[in-house]
């Protein structure tokens, strides 16, 4: 049946520059409350608008990237979708790029996508969060802890599809964009497999979403995502007959224009 992708609301650190500084886990940041309230929205619009205009049955099942703020959007969502419990995907996770490491890592990060200094070469020597040379799976909140921290609603007996534990991605041997793309897929295929007539909703990030709808070769290919995608903005993808996806909607944030809500970040 089908699937609805859904970036996270507006983050911590990107509306407070000197959040990353203070933060035991600077990787990580937690949504705004306007984030949730964003993600509220878009949980009514796929409960009232996307049922009704699209024909998509209402969703049973939600997924989501393990990263804090994407869970708490996803139980935003979930609560007003009338699902209780939400499953954590690791294969929905962050770009692990080096931009990634960059925006919180090096002296001067601060939260904004590669950093101040974004493209310039670092120095051998320059002193970086000991953090990002390890392992990043294995710093990332597992079900249990994110259960107790973040949402009751995590379902600690869902096994991800989908790992980073043992991957070695930190600085230095970051995530290519070619297997980001490909365990997108890889996940929203799986997902999709087991939902069977379920329709489902995957809360991952604004780089992931844009890959995963372009690379679902939407409407025969013909329609794109563009740009950035502002928060909490969705791309609604229909199975057709022939084995294709159709998408009606694109990395739109029409819901919280609406409302007057940020659409930045």
């Given at each position: ?45 796929i409960r009232d608008e996307i049922t009704r205009d699209h024909g998509v049955p209402k969703p049973t099942r ?72 390890e392992d990043f799976g294995e710093l990332i909140l597992n079900p249990a802890t994110l259960k107790d921290l ?116």
């Amino acid at each position: 049946m089908s699937v609805i992708i859904v970036r996270h609301g507006e983050r911590q650190d990107y509306v407070d520059a000197t959040w990353v500084k203070r933060a035991d886990r600077p990787w990580d940041p937690p949504l705004t409350p306007q984030g949730k309230m964003q993600a509220k929205a878009a949980g009514k619009r796929i409960r009232d608008e996307i049922t009704r205009d699209h024909g998509v049955p209402k969703p049973t099942r939600v997924y989501c990237s393990p990263f804090t703020r994407c869970v708490e959007t996803a139980a935003e969502i979930a609560n007003e979708l009338g699902v209780v419990e939400l499953r954590v995907e690791y294969g929905l996770a962050e770009d692990l790029c080096e931009n990634f490491f960059r925006s919180w890592c090096l002296p001067e990060s601060n939260g904004s996508w590669g950093g101040p200094n974004r493209g310039t070469a670092v120095d051998a020597d320059t002193k970086m969060h000991p953090k990002a040379l390890e392992d990043f799976g294995e710093l990332i909140l597992n079900p249990a802890t994110l259960k107790d921290l973040v949402s009751p609603l995590v379902d600690t007996e869902y096994a991800p599809f989908h790992t980073l534990q043992g991957k070695g991605f930190k600085w230095g041997n970051c995530e290519e964009r070619e297997a980001l793309v490909d365990r997108l897929r890889a996940v929203c295929a799986h997902l999709h497999q087991q939902a069977k007539e379920e329709s489902i909703v995957l809360v991952t990030h604004g780089g992931p979403l844009m890959m995963l709808s372009n690379a679902l070769q939407l409407n025969g290919g013909k329609t794109k995502a563009k740009g950035r995608c502002g928060y909490t903005g969705l791309t609604v993808c229909i199975p057709t007959p022939d084995g294709d996806w159709a998408g009606p909607i694109v990395a739109d944030h029409s819901h919280i224009d609406a409302k007057g809500y940020c659409t930045v970040g």
